[in-house]
């Protein structure tokens, strides 16, 4: 019997405005990001101006906007680009369809729920279940073609809910500084995941990218030594904060991670948005060391390398990162990416610079600088929903599917 076949050219063509959110995980949890970064931020600024209140679940003000800048924006981001990558290394369909709409709406339910004044209780649970879903997500598909490499990152998101599990203990009593250690540690997991996958993907993206041959430098002892000393440094500020053992520590780390931005330098990366943006955000990482370790020395507010740490290395490397993995997942050109980004990276780092510079400069005006900076954050993450909404709900542009 002969097989017949409807040739290419009489197929229907691929309907460019058909709804897919929710074919690949980065899809529904980087536009989720970016929204809730935005309106987060509102709220919070609000909060902060004193010109509205909430009663938040009983979460002091202030722990309630740390905990979804980390556990809430942060995971998203986190969560989108493991259950992409997890599908690339291991050849296995990550969550999609049904699946991935409970997961998702498990996290915006999480994130919700404090507005409603929801008992803490209730609202751990949701959370932490949201945190045990992603990791049965990732792990399942590891496991199953054993690439047992890829378990330091679950490793890590366990590591995230064990922190988030401090939080919520804290919160009900069951440990006195848990709330305190559990934003702390969530914090310092999240840069130490950041300067992981930083490590991977930065100089291979600066070496592809930049459009002339270079060859960036890495070395194995800079690798082992990282390591061997961010560890320490993430117990000692968790636990401990503001030492003098804490502030050495620091010390080492940002010598360690200033020889490894110097190995990745190259001028030709400061032409390209998706570029520079990654190398300045592990610069201020880096930075962020440096700054830890003066804020002891110094007596210089606490909060302003934590902000160091959070607009310029988690919102600044996220924000880059959301940008050129959704063009990369949607069949775009990543060479390629919409001139606006270079501005919104642009008016992220003035964020930072009001958040972290000013303050040092001109302390008795710190109030405005916050409240600009709060501003400056909304309008990038802003504009960065206004760009990548069309792309993330819409197919591929080279209409395969994910």
Known sequence: MAIHTIPISNAPPPNPHAFALFRLGFRPFFLGAGIFAVLTMLLWTLL???????????????????????????????????????KNWTGQQTLHGWALVALFGVWLLARLMPLLNIPIMWIA????????????????????????????????????????????AGLLGYIAQGAQWGLHFGLYLVIGLIMIMGRRVIPFFIERGVGYPVKLKNWLWLDIASVAVFVPFFITATFTQYTQVTALIALAVFVLHAIRLWGWYTAGMWRKSLLWSLYLSYACITSGFLLHALSYYFQWFPLLAIHLFA????????????????????????????????????????????????PLLIWEWYVYWVLGSQILWMIAFAGFVWIYTPILMRPRADHQWG
């Open 125 to 168: 649970i949701a959370d932490l279940s949201f945190c045990l879903a992603l990791i049965i997500s990732i792990a399942v598909p590891i496991i199953k073609v054993r690439q047992w490499q890829q378990l330091i990152l679950l490793i890590n998101i366990t590591l995230l809910t064990i922190g988030n599990s401090l939080f919520y």
């Open 48 to 86: 902060y101006a004193g010109q509205f209140s909430l009663p938040l679940s009983g979460i002091p003000m202030t722990y309630w906007h740390a905990h979804e800048m980390i556990y809430g924006y942060g995971l998203a981001v986190i969560a989108g680009f493991l259950l992409t990558a997890t």
């Open 311 to 358: 607009i310029g290395g988690i919102g600044l490397m996220t924000i880059s990162m959301m940008a050129r993995v959704a063009l990369g997942h949607t069949g775009r050109n990543v060479q390629q990416p919409s001139a606006i980004l270079h501005y919104l990276f642009l008016i992220l780092f003035a964020s930072l610079i009001l958040r972290v510079v000013m």
